[in-house]
């Protein structure tokens, strides 16, 4: 019998203790945002990644075949992303999140300054010149964020080709 008396007293003593704590500001806090990602700010998904190329800045004169273009520079070959409607420092965060999705490394841009010789023969009547593509990826990034009661909310999706961070070039006659 003593033993419930001491339990009843137990009991009553944390009953005391948490009904407040919970009908306090913390259940506010609970009612207001079921889950803690609410306050996170905005993230992204990426998906849909292929490996892609971008013409670079590098590009022969035109040549009607038949004949050779021969390409034979010093000179810095640069590509930039393609990602609209974005702030710079937006566009920052994306491509560092990017490349750790992606398990490659990507950016804004890729400038190198190099020795470039290329060859390629033009077929007869044709008029072609020599392009320089970069390797790059292309993928589709969503940017979200969780609103109460713990759902995601698409802000955006967009499509992105970022250069790769490597020294990978592709040489093509274009026309």
């Known amino acids: 019998m003593r033993l419930r008396s001491i ?12 009904v407040p704590a919970v009908t306090g500001v913390g259940a506010q806090a609970l009612a207001l945002y079921p ?3 609410v306050r996170d700010p905005p993230d992204y998904t990426f998906s849909n990644p292929s490996r892609s190329w971008l013409p670079t800045n590098l590009r022969s004169d035109y040549l009607r075949g038949p004949g050779t273009i021969t390409y034979n520079k010093t000179a810095t070959s640069t590509v930039n992303a393609s990602i609209t409607g974005t702030t710079s420092a937006e566009a920052g965060v994306i491509f560092a999140k990017a490349s750790v999705s992606l398990a490659v490394s990507v950016g804004a841009s890729y400038a190198k300054s190099d020795s470039w010789s290329y060859a390629a023969t033009v077929p007869a009547g044709k008029l072609l010149r020599l392009q320089q593509y970069k390797e790059a990826r292309t993928f589709t990034v969503r940017k979200y964020h969780i609103v109460p ?19 990978s070039y592709l040489w093509q006659l274009v026309g």
């Open 149 to 167: 009661p713990c759902t995601t909310k698409y802000l955006w999706t967009k499509k992105v080709s970022a250069p790769v961070k490597n020294a």
């Open 7 to 18: 339990t009843a007293v137990v009991l009553l003593a944390c009953t005391s203790a948490v």
């Open 35 to 37: 889950c803690p990602e």
